[in-house]
């Protein structure tokens, strides 16, 4: 997938995400990281509002993308696959003393927290109207959800550059999908694979004791 401006398209970012399911409902590591750079490019068309989220972001897409090209990289193939082999294999700081501060577990778990507030974000951007504030809506979508991880300073600074947020009908415009209602109708049918990824990765963090991975 190209990400040049001219031929960045929000609506081909989430249709990767669809893809990211096999038949097991098992989550696919590869389409997922590739969704990962689309959502990061999108995100940098705003301008250096979001970098504090792409840019820890693309440190992670990284680190995942060399487990994916090591000698190990069958293991990372699916999440699944991943949770097991790192579990199995005694490489999750489960007891959080600061070691396996890279482990895949501990690094998908950044996106997915990530993962929820762009799904809020857009969600709320979706059903909003012309009125809606986009900044107000960004902060209600992050204080639901990454506000949790983060230290106050960063909260405080992410919610001040909220404030410079563009209107509702540039940041539509900005998904390159034609026009604001087309917009809509895009993220109606893509954002449900996105809340099912997000949900199937919650229950399997969930069921091994991840959520709170240091």
């Not at 082999?85 to 490489?91: D, T």
């Not at 507030?117 to 969600?123: A, I, V």
Request: some cysteine.
């Amino acid at each position: 997938m190209a990400h040049g401006d001219d031929t960045y398209n929000l609506k081909e970012v989430l249709v990767t995400f669809k893809s990211c399911l096999n038949d097991k409902q098992e989550i696919l590591m590869d389409p997922y990281l590739e969704g990962w750079k689309g959502l990061v490019s999108f995100l940098n068309t705003m301008g250096a509002i979001f970098s504090f989220v792409s840019k820890d972001a693309v440190s992670k897409i990284q680190i995942m993308e060399d487990f994916r090209s090591s000698d190990q990289k069958d293991h990372y193939e699916t999440l699944q696959s991943m949770v097991s082999y790192e579990l199995k294999n005694g490489l999750v700081d489960l007891k959080k003393t600061g070691v396996y501060p890279t482990s895949g577990c501990r690094t998908i778990l950044r996106l997915h927290r990530a993962l929820h507030w762009l799904q809020l974000f857009l969600e709320s951007l979706r059903t909003s109207n012309s009125e809606s504030r986009t900044s107000l809506l960004c902060i209600d979508s992050y204080n639901a959800s990454l506000a949790n991880y983060h230290p106050w300073i960063i909260r405080k600074a992410a919610t001040m550059a909220f404030y410079a947020l563009p209107a509702r009908e540039t940041f539509l415009e900005n998904m390159k999908v034609g026009t604001i209602e087309e917009a809509v109708a895009m993220l109606g049918e893509a954002l449900p694979s996105i809340v099912q990824i997000y949900d199937i990765t919650q229950a399997l963090y969930a069921q091994h004791n991840l959520l709170d991975l240091p």
